[in-house]
């Protein structure tokens, strides 16, 4: 066994990460508050949904012993809540990320959230970050929400972050058509770690309309539920060099061919008409809503432990 192979799942806890999480927050309370003064304060990132819908989270029957763990220790159905939306931008004409968080409910076990029966993947349509970790992300937050001279500097000191803003906005043919990634490393039990992807168990595609409209993903996602089932299949890919495939870096892709995608469920989204606005807006999603066996790992989710649960009740101050 090689070193960078005898450090899996490890992690590597800054000094300061407390203090730093804690800036993290008062800065998006601060730029939330300053672009909605008055009304409902949205998400900060993934505002707009393009929808939300219900759901079957399928635990796959006859899966090999090493990848029965936690929530996929033996088959069964979960009913769950799906959000799709767009990263930043708050119309489908743009190029932009989608992400797609899953809510599954009913979860027996050790719950890192005491009290909590749901498991949260929160997944994106770009299988990296622009940035590795949590300080790097607040200063692009800084000055992208700065804009100007100062956005245009921090992506030319950081030529890495600026190529991967450019191929991860896409102009997506549906949000059912794409896959998704966690970008970030959780436990599979003691000592391994992976990334999980949901990837459309079909092949089909739709030609992106011509015109683009501002709400054309919304569209087609309500058009094909009114009219069939969408189904995605859920996959971990286990990280097998700690070198290569880095537990802190969430900017560095976990490449298919050093550790290939293995399934461990479906997910059956039924022919539906989509929730309302209201209720899809009262959806939070946490990684840390997760049995302890699927411990997220890494600086980014760390932070996110405590950036969600501060933003979720900001953003429910305005609604009550």
């Not at 800054?14 to 003064?37: Q, Y």
């Not at 009304?39 to 759901?55: K, L, T």
């Not at 049995?291 to 932070?303: C, K, Q, T």
Request: proline letters at 6%; a neutral charge; glycine letters at 6%.
């Amino acid at each position: 066994m090689t070193a960078h192979a005898e450090r899996l799942a490890e992690e590597n806890v800054g000094p300061d990460e407390s203090a730093l999480t804690a800036e993290f927050i008062a800065f998006l309370k601060e730029a939330s508050a300053k672009r909605h003064p008055t009304g409902v304060i949205p998400r900060f990132n993934q505002g707009r949904a393009a929808g939300c819908v219900h759901a079957e989270f399928i635990v796959a029957d006859g899966l090999p012993p090493d990848l029965r763990v936690g929530l996929f220790a033996r088959p069964g159905t979960y009913q769950s809540r799906i959000r799709f939306a767009n990263a930043t931008s708050q119309s489908d004409m743009d190029r932009d990320v989608r992400g797609m968080s899953i809510k599954v409910s009913g979860v027996t076990g050790d719950n890192l959230t005491p009290g909590s029966s749901e498991h949260d993947f929160v997944l994106n349509s770009h299988p990296v970050m622009m940035v590795g970790g949590t300080r790097d992300f607040l200063a692009l937050l800084r000055a992208v929400e700065a804009g100007g001279a100062r956005a245009a500097l921090f992506f030319l000191t950081h030529p890495r972050a600026a190529a991967t803003a450019v191929a991860s906005r896409q102009q997506t043919t549906s949000h059912l058509e794409i896959p998704y990634w966690s970008t970030t490393p959780y436990l599979f039990g003691a000592g391994r770690a992976v990334k999980y992807i949901a990837r459309p168990a079909s092949a089909q595609t739709t030609p992106v309309p011509s015109p683009v409209t501002a709400s054309y993903l919304s569209e087609r996602l309500a058009s094909h539920l009114a009219n069939q089932d969408a189904t995605f299949d859920f996959l971990v890919q286990f990280q097998t060099d700690s070198r290569r495939m880095p537990i802190e870096d969430a900017s560095v892709e976990w490449r298919e061919r050093d550790s290939p995608y293995r399934r461990v469920a479906q997910i059956r989204i039924p022919s539906q008409a989509l929730d309302s606005a209201a209720a899809c807006e009262e959806l939070s999603f946490n990684p840390w809503h997760a049995l302890a066996e699927h411990r997220p790992l890494g600086d980014f989710n760390r932070a996110r432990r405590d950036i969600y649960r501060a933003m979720a009740a900001f953003r429910g101050e305005r609604r009550s």
